[in-house]
Structure formats: C-alpha cells, structure tokens
C-alpha cells in the first residue's frame, strides 16, 4: 500500500522560508516520478516542482530560483526547499508520486503573511 506522509509548512512572513518534507511507504522515491503541487483557494491544484526517477529537476517558472526539490534515497523521502516566500504562495501543498496512477500526501498548509 502507498502512502505519502508529509511534514513542515506552517505560517510564514514574506521573504522568510519553509522546507516540506514527503515521506513514502510502498514505493521508492527513486524508482518513480514524484512531485509537489498546490491548490490555493478557489484554484486548480497546479504543479511546482518535479523530480524523475533518473533525478531531472523540473521547477515551475513561478517560482524559479525560489524553490527547490531535492531527494533522499535511503530516507525514501523527497523534500521541497521554500525560499523568499510571497503571500502569493499562500495554498495548501501536496506530494504527489506517480505509480500507475497518481497518489497523494495529506496535504500541508502554507500561510505568507505579516
């Protein structure tokens, strides 16, 4: 059985930083296509950051050269690094890993603001 457990997020003042952090059981992060996505309120879940089972990064233009996606093998996790944060990035964020068909982490909200 798959299952994405995911950590971190939280609120946060512009210009300030997250990690969150996706944890897998059922699957290898290194042997799948994973992901993280967000969906602010009354918005389609969009995806931000991917990275493939032969390690190719993928990060969205919006938010290019603020976030990042990393991988732990042996922690079977994989990470999304949240930098310079804007209130913009307000949603809730989800892990995602594609294993026949797409599975998803709980969902972690992330709040920007003063």
């Known amino acids: 059985q798959v299952e994405l457990v995911q950590s971190g997020g939280g609120l946060v003042q512009p210009g300030g930083s997250l990690r969150l952090s996706c944890v897998a059981s059922g699957l290898r992060v290194n042997e799948h296509d994973m992901g993280w996505y967000r969906q602010a309120p009354g918005m389609q879940r969009e995806l931000i950051a991917s990275?493939?089972?032969?390690?190719?990064?993928y990060v969205a233009d919006l938010v290019k050269g603020r976030f990042s996606m990393s991988r732990d093998d042996p922690e079977n996790s994989v990470y999304l690094q949240m930098n310079s944060l804007i209130p913009e990035d307000t949603a809730v964020y989800y892990c995602?890993?594609?294993?026949?068909?797409?599975?998803w982490g709980q969902g972690t909200q992330v709040t920007v603001s003063s």
């Open positions: 995602s890993a594609d294993y026949w068909r797409i599975y």
């Open positions: 990275i493939s089972s032969g390690g190719v990064v």
